[in-house]
């Protein structure tokens, strides 16, 4: 059965797509099945596994709002390695059209129920609001990975997360939990960074993953080329370095 989990932060522009993606790349290096949800209007995270937004028969809209399955929606993204649920503009409209409906946070955790069995992985690219799009990616998950840059501000907006994830597995999921907080665009010459690492490290404890993803050009080009860092240059240290957090994170799923 798929472990299915958010990739979330409030703070816009932290690289939650580039970690959805190339974490998604990474997992199908190492052989396990993998599918990626574009829960963002922009469609980044379609575009960066090399699915054109502009030319989806079906999508993640489709899907929410009851017209099509995910495996009549799913495309194969065959040079990353996994499967995408995609999303473009029209799922702007969403937002508006669900709120008049039956189990309005509860649709994607239904429509996912059919094809668990498909995946060993579910990835969901959040968008950076507290959307009702963000709340069925948060109901159909068991954990939320946080990407976060090693920045004051960062902090700010981690404390408004860990509390919509309380209020979710209070009232909507239990089974929600933070799986960890992964340290991405680090700089180790940046003092600041360090020492807001630190401050992670001692919160949050074994939550802050060991792996850190450093600054690096390659992965900010990849995206232009329609491909995960991973795929796009394998040999970077960005790319090591989310295949490197693929493995922990199977591991992290085993002792869960």
Known sequence: MARIFCIANQKGGVGKTTTTVNLAAGLSRIGQR??????????????????????????????????????????????????????????????????????????????LSTVASDYDFVLIDCPPSLSLLTLNGLCSAHGVIVPMQCEYFALEGLSDLVNTIKQVHANLNPDLQIIGLLRVMYDPRITLQQQVSEQLKAHFADKVFNTVIPRNVRLAEAPSYGLPGVVFDPASKGAQSFIEFAEEMVLRIKSL
């Open 34 to 111: 993998v599918l990626v949800i574009d829960l963002d209007p922009q469609g980044n995270a379609t575009m960066g596994s090399g699915v054109d937004k502009r030319a989806l028969e079906l999508s993640v809209y489709d899907v929410l709002l009851e017209s099509a399955t995910v495996a009549e929606a799913r495309q194969r993204a065959e040079k990353s390695g996994y499967d995408v649920l995609g999303a473009n503009r029209e799922l702007a409209g969403a937002e508006v059209e669900l709120v008049k409906l039956e189990r309005r946070d509860k649709r994607l955790k239904a429509a």
